[in-house]
């Protein structure tokens, strides 16, 4: 069964300050995706990684994949409050062939809250 | 164009009622997924459909879930004689399948249950 694990669950941080939120997983899979959830709202897909070594940038955040280590980073730079939010990664099970059951298992995500 | 549409957006119940949650998929995707999330927690894989395929059946907690699709588009859940453990936001989700897709999955607002 595979295991998706998201390190922190929570985080309080200041503006202005750098961290990693870090998933790790538990079986072979070379596709990972990002996701952020505003409090009361869906999931907004932020990267998808596709490939051992992808990395990925849209302004202040940063996802990387290394899938020998079954690891992805997504790194925040100089946070501002607008990125509070939660964010979850997401494995998919299997190479993606575009058929058969295919869904995606995700990770408890991270709460992450940035201060003024 | 139109995103993942879920309704109701919002449901209360007494327990061992039964409820219907419906979720209209992007227009041409292919698959369609439902999560279950409860407070606090990831996304819970229940169902997938693609196509005429038989769906995947196997994320479904028990007997009293089922769900259908009908004609490859709109899809209802169904949860028979409603528990309290069954309250939770029910995320709908739907993805293209075709060459060169990444297997993102795109998400509605969610159907939020509460069961008394």
């Known amino acids: 069964e595979l295991k998706v694990e998201q390190n922190p669950l929570f985080l309080s941080m200041q503006e202005g300050k750098n961290y990693t939120i870090y998933c790790n997983y538990s079986?072979?899979?070379?596709?990972l995706y990002w996701y952020r959830q505003d409090p009361g709202k869906s999931l907004e897909s932020l990267f998808v990684?596709?490939?051992?070594?992808a990395v990925k940038q849209e302004g202040r955040l940063m996802a990387s994949l290394d899938t020998k280590a079954r690891l992805s980073t997504l790194h925040i730079t100089a946070a501002v409050h607008d990125l509070s939010a939660t964010y979850f990664c997401?494995?998919?099970?299997?190479?993606?062939?575009?058929?058969?059951?295919?869904?995606?298992?995700f990770g408890k995500g991270t709460h992450l809250i940035i201060q003024p | 164009g139109a995103g993942v549409s879920q309704s109701p957006s919002n449901k209360v119940t007494e327990k061992g009622k039964d409820v219907e949650l419906r979720c209209d998929p992007i227009?041409?995707?292919?698959?369609l997924y439902w999560y279950r999330q409860s407070l606090g927690q990831g996304l819970e894989f229940l169902i997938y459909?693609?196509?005429?395929?038989?769906?995947?059946k196997s994320g479904l907690p028990s007997d009293r879930f089922s769900a259908e699709r009908t004609g490859g588009s709109v899809s209802t859940l169904t949860i028979q004689r409603t528990q309290q453990e069954d309250s939770a936001v029910y995320l709908c989700?739907?993805?293209?399948?075709?060459?060169?897709?990444?297997?993102?999955?795109?998400f509605g607002e969610g159907s939020r249950l509460t069961v008394l």
């Open positions: 989700a739907s993805s293209p399948i075709a060459g060169g897709n990444t297997g993102e999955l795109f």
């Open positions: 079986t072979t899979s070379d596709r």
């Open positions: 990684l596709l490939s051992n070594g």
């Open positions: 997401a494995v998919g099970t299997a190479p993606y062939s575009g058929g058969g059951a295919d869904g995606l298992t």
């Open positions: 227009s041409g995707h292919t698959a």
């Open positions: 459909f693609q196509g005429n395929s038989a769906p995947d």
